[in-house]
């Protein structure tokens, strides 16, 4: 899930078991970084950059390019 404000991507979420019992979550900086809060979940582990993310940002940005925020999910 990418946080996108005026166009661009300032963070995004990563959820990680979501259909069990241990759902857990992290937040990245659009370069990676891991920052040091999350949303309503347990923090899960630090993850490698995908291979992708620049194209997803570039996805992201590209759909939320006329709103002043939105979220965008890709799959």
């Known amino acids: 899930k990418f946080f996108c404000f005026f166009g ?5 979420q990563v959820d990680e078991g ?3 019992t241990d759902w857990r979550r992290r937040m990245y ?3 990676w970084t891991p920052l040091p809060f999350t949303l309503t ?3 899960s582990n630090v ?3 995908p291979a992708n993310l620049d ?3 570039e996805i992201a940005e590209r759909l939320a390019a006329p709103f002043d925020f939105i979220r965008v999910d890709l799959y």
């Open 41 to 43: 979940r347990a923090p």
């Open 29 to 31: 900086a659009r370069d």
């Open 8 to 12: 661009r991507a300032q963070f995004v």
């Open 47 to 49: 993850r490698p950059r």
């Open 18 to 20: 979501r259909l069990s």
């Open 55 to 57: 194209a997803m940002i």
